[in-house]
């Protein structure tokens, strides 16, 4: 049975972006109520850069060491530096993808677990440390930078000498330093110096603590298996759960303080520009009427006349059907931190978004129990928001 939404005049930005001149979109009068929401830090903008993983997951690691040196004051929130990370991982990829002869691929792309590894590796450092932004913009504007890198990298996979050069790697990392500022060595925050090391330390942050969690059905369940996406660079892990032991996992941690890195496809029409996601079915019987009149209702009772929409049914195998048709792909990473519900009781997650204060929540994001459930690649929590069975069953204290 599909789920049935009743909302007042519900727009769908997907229809109204269709190549066509249409009344324009009335205001949403959807209401939320938090249920639950846990400490994020500001909205942030990646702008022109496909690092949507790395401000995810660095906004993620935020709210965590203001989790866990118990941060009351937001003043007092850190702010830390998505392209110290971006740069650390541009330079281990390149290693890599020259070592596979350029097998590999190379772009601005990666996943969560990414910036795990820098975090383990380097550290991690204020965003006034390092901004990225060295090239002349006033928000990130990464496509000359990434042609660039990927001309550099390709050339000196050829080999073209038989031997690598010892300069190749200096020469990289200079592009990288132009580009988006030198990796600070030592700073000062309040008043005590640093290092990207004993920074990480100070905020309490141990990479070792977190995990990352899937639900593929054609992957064997409670067992680590790859995450099979091409920005998995890596080769990263992830633990592989049944989809509603996967769904528990992200309730609990919510209920519980915690929050979540998100890796999902958002190019399903539901996911719309305003603020909201809903696993929206569009094979769903039409209404009478107009197309418009189907999604938004008419022009002139459009703010007052209830709109139903319906959300997909989602299982395992419906999952897996879309993931093979490449309907379910990693292509955004974002920022589970809170629930809420409508006014008609129905249960939304908060997601903290990068493209700026946009839309009508101001750069979060309402998205349903089904939108997750059906458009999750994966989460990555602290194993202290695990449940207890999942902890059992992976050895966890």
Request: charged share 25%.
């Amino acid at each position: 049975m599909r789920r049935v939404f009743i909302s007042a005049a519900l727009a769908l930005v997907a229809a109204a972006a269709l190549a066509q001149s249409k009344p324009s979109t009335p205001e949403y009068d959807l209401t939320f109520t938090t249920v639950k929401a846990n400490p994020i830090t500001s909205i942030k903008n990646q702008a022109s850069s496909g690092t949507c993983w790395a401000y995810s997951t660095i906004s993620f690691f935020e709210s965590e060491a203001i989790r866990l040196a118990g941060i009351k004051d937001e003043k007092d929130y850190p702010d830390f530096s998505e392209f110290f990370v971006v740069s650390h991982s541009y330079m281990d990829r390149a290693v890599k993808f020259v070592r596979l002869d350029g097998n590999l691929t190379f772009g601005a792309g990666s996943e969560a677990d990414d910036v795990l590894h820098v975090i383990k590796d380097y550290g991690i450092v204020p965003n006034s440390e390092m901004t990225g932004m060295n090239y002349g913009t006033a928000l990130p504007a990464q496509s000359e930078l990434d042609a660039v890198l990927k001309a550099y990298v390709s050339a000196v996979a050829k080999n073209p000498n038989r031997t690598l050069t010892t300069a190749w790697q200096r020469g990289f990392q200079a592009i990288l330093d132009e580009y988006l500022g030198e990796c600070p060595e030592t700073f000062t925050v309040n008043g005590k110096e640093y290092n990207p090391y004993t920074y990480r330390d100070a905020m309490k942050i141990v990479p070792e603590d977190y995990i990352t969690l899937g639900s593929f059905g054609h992957q064997p369940f409670y067992s680590w298996v790859p995450l099979e996406v091409c920005d998995n660079w890596r080769w990263d892990n992830i633990y592989n759960v049944p989809l509603d032991v996967f769904m528990e996992v992200l309730d609990n941690a919510l209920e519980n303080g915690y929050t979540a890195a998100w890796g999902a496809d958002v190019s399903h029409p539901g996911f719309t520009r305003n603020g909201l996601g809903i696993y929206l079915d569009t094979t769903a019987p039409k209404a009478a009427g107009s197309d418009q009149e189907r999604w938004v209702g008419k022009e002139q009772d459009a703010k007052s006349a209830p709109v139903v929409f319906v959300e997909k049914e989602v299982s395992q195998e419906s999952r897996m059907k879309e993931y093979d048709n490449k309907t379910i792909t990693d292509d955004h990473g974002m920022h589970i931190f809170g629930i809420a519900k409508d006014q008609n009781g129905n249960k939304y997650y908060m997601v903290k978004n990068s493209w700026g204060k946009t839309g009508k929540y101001e750069g979060i994001w309402y998205v349903t129990e089904n939108f997750v459930k059906a458009q999750s690649m994966d989460i990555m929590v602290h194993k202290s928001a695990l449940t207890k069975d999942l902890k059992k069953k992976l050895g966890i204290k």
